[in-house]
C-alpha cells in the first residue's frame, strides 16, 4: 500500500482509523491532494467524490446519521471549506459526529494575495466541539504536539456529547508525491469512556419537583430509534399522571404517547384548555418540530426539567429549573421510581391520549372530504410507505404536514431539524441510502427544497435504494400557512417565491426515471413502478403537482373540520 509522502497525512489518517471512521467524502483540489491520495490508497476506508463542497457535507451528514459514527469531509483551500458550514451547523445542533479537515495554504502566505489562501484556522469555532491547527512537521517535538492535538480533536467528535471536529491543516508544496514507507502515531492519548449517573443531591433536588407534581409532561425532541428509553417511556405513559408527547423524528412508537402534537392542540376544547397545562414538564432529545407545543408550554409556566449530554441550559419552554448531564434513560428512571412509590396521582395523561386518539378517528373521513392538495398528496405518501423504510422529509411545510397523520411504528423518521434549513435535505438523504445499500430510503421533499439542493444528485453515488417524492406545489407555501406574509406587498413575490419550474429536466439530467402525477388516481396507476427495481441502478422521482390549489385554505379547513367536544 501507498500513502501521500506526507508525515502529517500519515498520522492523520491513522487517527481517523482509532476513531471509527470508515467512510470519506472528497471534494476534489489541489491543496487537499495529500489527504486524496492517503484516503483512496488506504482499503479502510469507503471514499465517495463530491465535487460540490456544500453537498458533500450534507451527504456525510446522511452516512454519519445511519452509521452512528464519525465521517470524514475533505477539500482544497479558499472559499472551499466555507461551503461546508451549512451541514456543519446541522450536525453541531444535532449531535452529529463529522471531522472536517480542510486543506491549508502556510500560514506565512495567508493576507499575501495568494490564490485561494483566505484566514481558515479556526473558521468553524462557533459551530464545532474542537478544532485545531496542524502544521508541518520538522522536529520531534512538533510531532509529539501534532499528534497530542490530533488526539484530542478526533475524540472529542463521538464522546459523551456527540458533534463535528475542525482539523486545518497547511500543507507546503510538493503535494502529490507518495511512499511506501507509511508510520502511525507514536503517542495516541486515548481518552476513557465514563459513565454519569445522578447523584443524590441531583435526586433530591429531582424529588422535590416531581413529586409534588400530579400533572406530569414529558416531551421528546428529534432522537434516533432506542428500545430501552421507548420502554422507559411507555412506563411512564402508562401511569395516568404523566402525558408523553413525541413527534416522529422523535422515534419513539407507543400507542400509549400522543404522536400528532399539532392535531391534538387544535382538538382541545377552548373551556378546558387550562385541564391541559402540565404542572412540571420533562424535556430530552433535540428539537421539536410543534412551535404551538412550544407556545403552550410556555404558557403553562411549570418548571422544566432537562436530561442530555449537550446544550444543559437550552430553556424552550422558558422556565428551565433543573438540567443534569446523564443519558435520557438515567434521568427517566429514576423519575420512575419516584412515580412507583405514588402511581396515577390524576388522569392528566390519559386526557391527552384520550384527545390524540380522537384525533386519529376523525383524520380518514376529514382528509376525505377535502380536495386534491398538500394534505390530500401527503395523505397518500404516508398510506404507501414500505415497511421498515427510513423516510426523510424535508423542513417548512411538509413536515408539518407529514406530523398530521399517525405514526408508522416500522419507519425510522429523519429530517434536518438542527437548523431547520431547506438547504440540504436531498444530499442528506443520499448519503444515508449510501451509507445502507440493503435498507430502502425514501425522500419527501417540496419544490424550493428539491430544486435548492439539485446538486445533490450531480453525483456517481447515486444510490438505486432511493426514491424521491416531490410535492410541488409553486413555491415556498409555509408563507401562505403562517401568519404575517400575506399582510405585505411582498407576500407573492418575495416570501413564497413562487415558480412554476418543473423535475423532469433535472430527472433525465441525471438519468433518474421520471414519474408525474396531479391526482390520487394518477398517483395510485403508478406506485407499483415508482417503488418497483430500478432499471439503470439509480433512484426513481415522482413528481406530484399541486400548484393550482389552494394548498393553506385547505388546511385550515381541515383544521376546523374537527368537532371539539
Given at each position: 500500500m501507498?500513502?501521500?509522502?506526507?508525515?502529517?497525512?500519515?498520522?492523520?489518517?491513522?487517527?481517523?482509523?482509532?476513531?471509527?471512521?470508515?467512510?470519506?467524502?472528497?471534494?476534489?483540489?489541489?491543496?487537499?491532494?495529500?489527504?486524496?491520495?492517503?484516503?483512496?490508497?488506504?482499503?479502510?476506508?469507503?471514499?465517495?467524490?463530491?465535487?460540490?463542497e456544500r453537498v458533500a457535507a450534507f451527504y456525510a451528514l446522511g452516512i454519519a446519521q445511519k452509521l452512528g459514527k464519525p465521517v470524514v469531509i475533505t477539500c482544497t483551500s479558499g472559499s472551499a471549506p466555507l461551503n461546508y458550514y451549512p451541514a456543519v451547523a446541522e450536525a453541531f445542533y444535532q449531535g452529529i459526529p463529522l471531522v472536517v479537515i480542510s486543506a491549508d495554504r502556510p500560514l506565512e502566505w495567508v493576507d499575501q494575495g495568494d490564490g485561494q489562501t483566505?484566514?481558515?484556522?479556526?473558521?468553524?469555532?462557533?459551530?464545532?466541539?474542537?478544532?485545531?491547527?496542524?502544521?508541518?512537521?520538522?522536529?520531534?517535538?512538533?510531532?509529539?504536539?501534532?499528534?497530542?492535538?490530533?488526539?484530542?480533536?478526533?475524540?472529542?467528535?463521538?464522546?459523551?456529547?456527540?458533534?463535528?471536529?475542525?482539523?486545518?491543516?497547511?500543507?507546503?508544496?510538493?503535494?502529490?508525491?507518495?511512499?511506501?514507507?507509511?508510520?502511525?502515531?507514536?503517542n495516541w492519548i486515548e481518552l476513557g469512556d465514563v459513565e454519569t449517573i445522578l447523584s443524590g443531591k441531583s435526586k433530591t433536588r429531582l424529588k422535590e419537583i416531581w413529586s409534588v407534581s400530579n400533572k406530569r409532561?414529558?416531551?421528546?425532541?428529534?432522537?434516533?430509534?432506542?428500545?430501552?428509553?421507548?420502554?422507559?417511556?411507555?412506563?411512564?405513559?402508562?401511569?395516568?399522571?404523566?402525558?408523553?408527547?413525541v413527534e416522529h423524528t422523535s422515534n419513539m412508537y407507543s400507542p400509549y404517547f400522543v404522536s400528532t402534537i399539532d392535531r391534538t392542540l387544535n382538538i382541545l376544547p377552548e373551556s378546558e384548555i387550562g385541564n391541559f397545562h402540565p404542572d412540571c414538564i420533562v424535556t430530552i432529545g433535540g428539537a421539536v418540530v410543534s412551535k404551538k407545543i412550544k407556545a403552550f408550554l410556555r404558557q403553562s409556566q411549570a418548571p422544566v426539567i432537562r436530561f442530555g449530554m449537550d446544550f444543559?441550559?437550552?430553556?424552550?419552554?422558558?422556565?428551565?429549573?433543573?438540567?443534569?448531564?446523564?443519558?435520557?434513560?438515567?434521568?427517566?428512571?429514576?423519575?420512575?421510581?419516584?412515580?412507583?412509590?405514588?402511581?396515577?396521582?390524576?388522569?392528566?395523561?390519559?386526557?391527552?391520549?384520550?384527545?390524540?386518539?380522537?384525533?386519529?378517528?376523525?383524520?380518514?373521513?376529514?382528509?376525505?372530504?377535502?380536495?386534491?392538495?398538500?394534505?390530500?398528496?401527503?395523505?397518500f405518501v404516508m398510506d404507501v410507505i414500505p415497511d421498515h423504510c427510513n423516510l426523510h422529509i424535508s423542513n417548512s411545510s411538509l413536515i408539518r404536514y407529514a406530523l398530521l397523520f399517525d405514526p408508522i411504528q416500522t419507519v425510522t423518521?429523519?429530517?434536518?431539524?438542527?437548523?431547520?434549513?431547506?438547504?440540504?435535505?436531498?444530499?442528506?438523504?443520499?448519503?444515508?441510502?449510501?451509507?445502507?445499500?440493503?435498507?430502502?430510503?425514501?425522500?419527501?421533499?417540496?419544490?424550493?427544497?428539491?430544486?435548492?439542493?439539485?446538486?445533490?444528485?450531480?453525483?456517481?453515488?447515486?444510490?438505486?435504494?432511493?426514491?424521491?417524492?416531490?410535492?410541488?406545489?409553486?413555491?415556498?407555501?409555509?408563507?401562505?400557512?403562517?401568519?404575517?406574509?400575506?399582510?405585505?406587498?411582498?407576500?407573492?413575490?418575495?416570501?413564497?417565491?413562487e415558480q412554476e419550474l418543473a423535475a423532469e429536466a433535472v430527472s433525465k439530467l441525471y438519468g433518474m426515471e421520471y414519474f408525474s402525477a396531479s391526482s390520487s388516481e394518477e398517483l395510485d396507476a403508478c406506485l407499483d413502478a415508482f417503488f418497483g427495481n430500478s432499471e439503470n441502478g439509480k433512484p426513481k422521482l415522482l413528481e406530484i403537482n399541486t400548484m393550482s390549489q389552494n394548498n393553506s385554505a385547505v388546511l385550515e379547513t381541515y383544521f376546523k373540520s374537527f368537532i371539539k367536544n
Open positions: 501507498i500513502s501521500s509522502a506526507k508525515l502529517e497525512v500519515q498520522l492523520l489518517v491513522d487517527g481517523c482509523k482509532k476513531v471509527g471512521v470508515t467512510h470519506v467524502v472528497i471534494s476534489p483540489g489541489s491543496r487537499n491532494a495529500p489527504l486524496s491520495i492517503a484516503f483512496d490508497e488506504d482499503p479502510h476506508f469507503t471514499v465517495l467524490v463530491v465535487p460540490d483566505i484566514r481558515q484556522e479556526r473558521v468553524f469555532d462557533r459551530m464545532v466541539l474542537k478544532s485545531a491547527q496542524l502544521n508541518e512537521i520538522h522536529s520531534d517535538s512538533q510531532r509529539w504536539y501534532f499528534e497530542r492535538n490530533l488526539s484530542e480533536v478526533l475524540q472529542s467528535c463521538n464522546g459523551a456529547a456527540k458533534g463535528p471536529v475542525h482539523l486545518n491543516v497547511p500543507f507546503s508544496e510538493p503535494l502529490y508525491e507518495t511512499t511506501d514507507q507509511i508510520e502511525t502515531i507514536n409532561l414529558i416531551i421528546v425532541g428529534q432522537h434516533q430509534k432506542d428500545a430501552a428509553l421507548q420502554q422507559m417511556l411507555e412506563k411512564l405513559a402508562l401511569d395516568g399522571s404523566t402525558a408523553v408527547l444543559p441550559f437550552m430553556d424552550t419552554y422558558k422556565h428551565l429549573s433543573f438540567s443534569a448531564l446523564v443519558s435520557p434513560l438515567e434521568g427517566l428512571s429514576y423519575l420512575a421510581e419516584l412515580t412507583a412509590e405514588t402511581p396515577h396521582q390524576s388522569r392528566f395523561g390519559f386526557g391527552w391520549k384520550k384527545i390524540d386518539q380522537y384525533g386519529s378517528d376523525q383524520q380518514r373521513p376529514i382528509c376525505a372530504s377535502q380536495p386534491w392538495s398538500d394534505l390530500r398528496a401527503m395523505e423518521y429523519w429530517c434536518n431539524r438542527g437548523t431547520s434549513g431547506i438547504d440540504g435535505s436531498s444530499s442528506t438523504a443520499v448519503g444515508a441510502a449510501v451509507a445502507s445499500p440493503n435498507e430502502s430510503h425514501l425522500l419527501v421533499t417540496g419544490d424550493l427544497s428539491f430544486f435548492y439542493d439539485s446538486n445533490a444528485w450531480w453525483s456517481k453515488h447515486l444510490p438505486e435504494n432511493l426514491r424521491i417524492v416531490l410535492i410541488n406545489n409553486g413555491g415556498g407555501d409555509i408563507f401562505n400557512i403562517i401568519p404575517g406574509p400575506k399582510s405585505t406587498n411582498q407576500w407573492k413575490k418575495i416570501f413564497v417565491a
